[in-house]
């Protein structure tokens, strides 16, 4: 009878052992470098031809992982990349890294899991571990990737491994990457936890084994949702502040020198990115299912995505002031990433805002020196105009959604005649503009 556990023990503990990545995005490319970097060979699989090719020319795609640093592990044969399956047939362990949207009814899509669970199945045999990295809702690992596993007559614990390791890739974060940032991991059984433990300790500085799947899945689930609902919390505060008269980032500002016990979000014109909007409703549709209401999930994203309609408002009102109606109005957004200094715009809420100031009937454009372009409704497409100083002039109001750390903001206050400034951005700068903070 094979040991097979200790088979994957010895062929991680010298290097010997062939991992495959199915996802070669932001998390399973980073993920592949490091545990190429560590000695393993990889094989990187993606449905997209143009991805695959430009990794075996040893091309980075993803900002957070330099070419440099890539194409010598694809040289020296450690990191390949492959469209097909049959590629892995002898691999020791695989990780699972793809998407995990959320369809338009707010509801998991897990196609792309269940989808990379039947392939792997397909390839599936005894002495190999499989680990998810995608987020996801507590049970996935055992009700979703399991069951496919185990059609091969293969016993988990003993044939086959199976874990959950989520995936913490900060994209564009310049301290923490794969190889500094602790790795949680939970298995179907000891052995697996074992297993998984071995694989990643060379190319993680910490590995964190919990007592279950289902415990490492909402580990993840935990630090996103605590992230959406304090967010949440801040946007609350920063309404009742403006209700009371009172400065939200003064009192934000103050009560961040409390040494113990508080942690400072900001106030914003709502929540982007491919994780924080979305993560936390796998977890509250999961309890939906179990006949319970999490009710911080809900709350919170009820007032996270009211945010845009809130800048609209701010708008509106600023404009009032100057005896002019929004309808007709030309209007400047500043920003249209999610988030600062990144070009990602998923679910970025300036999307939403520029939709809404569209409807509203506003003349619209916008600057962002890392988005070039964006899809806006109707298959219509806007570009970023030249951040000068006869177009901020020209605007009625600027609209300050991202606060890249590169815009000049005294030129933008010096130029601009009225500005609605979401992010504090305008804060310690000086200038004409009539300025309204969120
Ligand atoms: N936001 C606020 N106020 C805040 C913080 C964020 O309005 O105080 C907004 C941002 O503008 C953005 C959205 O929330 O639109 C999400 O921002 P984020 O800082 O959470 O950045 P993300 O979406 O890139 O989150 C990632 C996450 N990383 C992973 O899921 C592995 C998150 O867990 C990280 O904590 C976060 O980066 C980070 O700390 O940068």
Redesign the pocket.
């Known amino acids: 009878m094979a040991d097979y556990k200790q088979q994957l023990l010895d062929r991680f503990n010298d290097r010997t052992a062939t991992i495959g990545i199915v996802g070669m995005g932001y998390v399973g490319l980073p993920l592949a470098v490091e545990f190429a970097r560590a000695g393993y060979h990889v094989i990187g699989l993606d449905v997209n031809e143009e991805k695959v090719s430009k990794l075996n020319a040893g091309t980075s795609y993803i900002p957070d992982v330099p070419t440099d640093t890539l194409a010598p592990l694809v040289d020296s044969g450690h990191l390949r990349a492959t469209t097909s399956y049959d590629d892995l047939t002898d691999i020791d362990a695989v990780s699972i890294c793809v998407p995990t949207p959320l369809r338009k009814t707010k509801d998991p899509d897990m196609s792309y899991i269940v989808a990379a669970a039947d392939s792997v199945a397909g390839i599936c045999h005894a002495g190999l571990l499989v680990v998810l990295e995608s987020?996801t809702y507590p049970g996935t690992t055992d009700e979703v990737i399991l069951p496919r596993l185990l059609k091969n007559n293969l016993t988990v614990g003993e044939d086959v491994f199976v874990a959950f390791s989520?995936?913490?890739?900060?994209?564009?974060?310049p301290t923490y990457g794969v190889h500094n940032t602790p790795k949680v991991v939970g298995g179907i059984t000891p052995a697996c936890v074992e297993v998984v433990t071995a694989l990643y300790a060379p190319a993680v500085g910490e590995v964190v084994p919990v007592s279950s799947t289902a415990a490492a899945e909402m580990v993840?689930l935990l630090?996103?949702t605590f992230?959406?609902v304090?967010?949440g919390l801040?946007?609350e505060m920063a309404l009742m502040c403006n209700r009371l008269g009172v400065d939200v980032w003064e009192v934000i500002r103050a009560a961040s020198t409390k040494p113990f016990g508080f942690m400072?979000?900001?106030?914003?014109?709502?929540?982007?990115?491919?994780?924080?909007?979305i993560?936390p409703h796998y977890l509250s549709w999961k309890l939906r299912a179990l006949n319970y209401t999490a009710r911080f999930i809900e709350l919170a994203g009820e007032i996270?995505t009211s945010?845009p309609y809130y800048v609209i408002d701010l708008v509106m009102d600023a404009l009032n002031e100057d005896s002019k109606a929004l309808k007709g109005a030309k209007v400047g957004i500043l920003g249209m990433a999610?988030?600062?200094d990144?070009d990602?715009v998923r679910?970025?809420?300036a999307l939403d805002v520029h939709h809404l100031l569209e409807e509203k009937g506003a003349d619209v454009s916008f600057n962002d020196p890392y988005v070039p372009s964006v899809r806006l409704p109707g298959q219509r497409t806007a570009h970023s105009v030249a951040l000068t100083a006869e177009w901020l002039a020209d605007q009625d109001c600027i609209v300050i959604v991202?606060d890249h750390t590169g815009y000049d903001y005294d030129f933008i206050l010096k130029h601009a005649r009225l500005i609605v400034d979401t992010?504090n951005a305008t804060h310690g700068y000086q200038g004409s503009a009539r300025v309204v903070r969120l």
């Not at 989520?166 to 974060?173: A, I, K, L, M, T």
């Open positions: 987020t989520p995936e913490r890739v900060d994209p564009g974060n993840k630090e996103n992230r959406a304090n967010i801040v946007n400072p979000f900001y106030p914003g014109p709502g929540l982007g990115g491919h994780c924080i909007p993560d996270n945010m999610y988030k600062r990144i990602d679910e970025s809420p991202t992010r």
